[in-house]
């Protein structure tokens, strides 16, 4: 049986969850919103971060393509510390709402690479075509 189309939804399914949570929590945070406490926003985004993983280290063996050996994965797995640094910085870490709100449009900068890697599987994400 092929399992690469379901997972690969569920893995597109989770970037597209990963991807509104952050940019809600992010303008949450510019606005100074309390429901960034709310128990939900704090453990939904682990639960589906967690189900994205999975589904990327799912899809990994089966395309049979790894990081740190295909460029482009490399690319994405880097890119991704990256956002996980900058989301961080922007949702919990920053000093003042600028420093916040810099390292989020900075994350979403981020977010928009990999996401180009993903579609083009360039690590250069589409730049020469």
Same mark, same amino acid.
């Given at each position: 049986?092929?399992?690469?189309?379901?997972?690969?939804?569920?893995?597109?399914?989770?970037?597209?969850? =990963?991807? =509104?949570?952050?940019?809600?929590?992010?303008?949450?945070?510019?606005?100074?919103?309390?429901?960034?406490?709310?128990?939900?926003?704090?453990?939904?985004?682990?639960?589906?971060?967690?189900?994205?993983?999975?589904?990327?280290?799912?899809?990994?063996?089966?395309?049979?393509?790894?990081?740190?050996?295909?460029?482009?994965?490399?690319?994405?797995?880097?890119?991704?510390?990256?956002?996980?640094?900058?989301?961080?910085?922007?949702?919990?870490?920053?000093?003042?709402? =600028?420093?916040?709100?810099?390292?989020?449009?900075?994350?979403?900068?981020?977010?928009?690479?990999?996401?180009?890697?993903?579609?083009?599987?360039?690590?250069?994400?589409?730049?020469?075509?």
């Amino acid at each position: 049986m092929n399992y690469f189309a379901p997972v690969k939804f569920v893995h597109v399914s989770a970037v597209i969850i =990963t991807a =509104t949570l952050f940019i809600v929590r992010g303008i949450w945070m510019l606005r100074g919103s309390a429901l960034l406490q709310h128990p939900f926003v704090r453990v939904a985004p682990h639960v589906n971060d967690t189900v994205l993983f999975v589904s990327a280290l799912t899809l990994a063996a089966i395309v049979g393509q790894y990081p740190f050996v295909t460029g482009w994965l490399t690319a994405k797995v880097i890119g991704l510390v990256v956002y996980i640094l900058l989301g961080h910085v922007a949702l919990r870490r920053g000093r003042n709402r =600028t420093e916040r709100a810099v390292a989020f449009v900075a994350a979403l900068g981020v977010l928009g690479y990999i996401l180009a890697v993903a579609r083009c599987r360039d690590p250069l994400a589409c730049l020469g075509s």
